[in-house]
């Protein structure tokens, strides 16, 4: 329940909707620290409750601004891990074995989730939603696939899919 003090504090934009400072990124919305206006309904609901915004008050704006640096910190120092991780993906090929015909054709295909789990059993930390194919891997051969790690990195990887040997 919010009281009238509250209601208050919280200014109007000029389209009508509610301004808050974003205390988070928000895909669609905005960077962290801008002022934004949201519809009252999203701001209350959404934004607020999981405290991606907050009220624009002198306090707030003082406390996100010490809180921006160390974020900014820690965003500095994870970029660094991650053009690590970069260089150690695109220095490690890995390969692939799957079931295929006498012509090279797969019976099934090599998606994101089998690459990787192939670089996670190298301890190089990849999720299948970092792993941008235009479409599964259909035959045996040698492929170059993007990785995506974030904050506007990327790698590259080589994939070499061989044909699976029969156990016997």
């Keep these: 329940m919010t009281t009238t003090r509250q209601r208050q504090q919280v200014r109007k934009g000029t389209h009508g909707g509610m301004q808050l400072v974003l205390t988070e990124d928000v895909a669609h919305l905005g960077k ?9 309904g999203y701001g209350r609901n959404y934004l607020l409750p999981k405290g991606l915004a907050t009220v624009p008050t002198e306090h707030n704006l003082r406390l996100l601004a010490r809180y921006k640096v160390r974020v900014h910190q820690a ?6 891990d991650l053009k690590a991780l970069a260089d150690q993906i695109r220095r490690t090929p890995i390969q692939i074995e799957a079931q295929a015909n006498e012509e090279g054709h797969l019976y099934g295909s090599v998606g994101p989730a089998e690459i990787a789990k192939s670089l996670r059993g190298k301890n190089l930390g990849v999720e299948p939603d970092m792993v941008k194919m235009e479409g599964p891997i259909k035959e045996i051969a040698l492929y170059a696939v993007k990785i995506q790690l974030g904050y506007e990195i990327e790698s590259e990887v080589q994939v070499i899919v061989v044909k699976a040997t029969e156990k016997k």
């Design 32 to 40: 962290q620290g801008e002022v934004v206006e949201v519809k009252p």
């Design 75 to 80: 965003r500095e120092a994870r970029m660094a």
